[in-house]
Antibody, heavy 131, light 108 residues
Framework: EVQLLESGGGPEQPGGSLRLSCSAS????????MTWVRQAPGKGLEWVSD????????YYADSVKGRFTISRDNFRNTLYLEVISLRAEDTAVYYC????????????????????????WGQGTLVTVSS | DIQLTQSPLSLSASVGDRVTITCRAS??????LNWYQQTPGKAPNLLIY???NLQSGVPSRFSGSGSGTDFTLTISSLQPEDFATYYC??????????FGPGTKVDIK
């Protein structure tokens, strides 16, 4: 059974820093790209960051670029998100998710990119930034 | 950036109703559109990927259609456990993806 378990959230002061972790089990972790998505209280979903299966490629939303760092340890089957210079607007539930791909039918054509989607999600960890 | 809009943003329906939610992209995204369901306090749950493919384990009353800029999620017969918020998400510009604002479905 695929399981993703986030940890590391909690109350933080503006300007502070923290590291979120996502422990993965039930699948071959190093075969999958992984992602972080956050949700501010009462708001919608916001993609935050993405990392390739090897960890060699990372991507960030403009809203977090320069302050957030995504990484992974494929030996420990763990995904991380380091955050510095926390702001009130970073207050949210942070979810890690597994990124799967669909590459059959139309998407199997050599010139067509696979269709990606997030098929498993953790339960989320709440980060609250307030003075 | 590719923007997604959803309509309606909320709706009230009864058990057994047929429900349709629309997602529109600011540019053509071919079939790179996914749908998620989220109930309060829970993580999102994948329903449909690549516009029309039903995720394993998801009831067949859920279906998706569309291509280009216009997509729909249909629930053929609303069940009590379907009262939730539904989000569309584009993966055309993956890994830089975006979500729609969500459509809340509640009980009439």
């Amino acid at each position: 059974e695929v399981q993703l378990l986030e940890s590391g959230g909690g109350p933080e002061q503006p300007g502070g820093s923290l590291r979120l972790s996502c422990s993965a089990s039930g699948f071959t972790f190093n075969n999958y790209d992984m992602t972080w998505v956050r949700q501010a209280p009462g708001k919608g979903l916001e993609w935050v960051s993405d990392i390739s299966d090897s960890g060699g490629a990372t991507y960030y939303a403009d809203s977090v670029k320069g302050r957030f760092t995504i990484s992974r340890d494929n030996f420990r089957n763990t995904l991380y998100l380091e955050v510095i210079s926390l702001r009130a607007e970073d207050t949210a539930v942070y979810y890690c998710a597994r990124k799967a791909s669909h590459s059959s039918g139309y998407y199997s054509h050599p010139s067509v990119s696979p269709a990606y989607y997030f098929d498993y999600w953790g339960q989320g960890t709440l980060v609250t930034v307030s003075s | 950036d590719i923007q997604l809009t959803q309509s309606p943003l909320s709706l009230s329906a009864s058990v057994g109703d047929r429900v349709t939610i629309t997602c529109r992209a600011s540019q053509s995204i071919s079939g790179y559109l996914n749908w998620y369901q989220q109930t309060p306090g829970k993580a999102p749950n994948l329903l449909i990927y690549a516009a029309s493919n039903l995720q394993s384990g998801v009831p067949s009353r859920f279906s998706g259609s569309g291509s280009g800029t216009d997509f729909t999620l249909t629930i053929s017969s609303l069940q009590p456990e379907d009262f939730a918020t539904y989000y569309c998400q584009q993966s055309y510009s993956s890994p830089l993806v975006t979500f729609g604002p969500g459509t809340k479905v509640d009980i009439k």
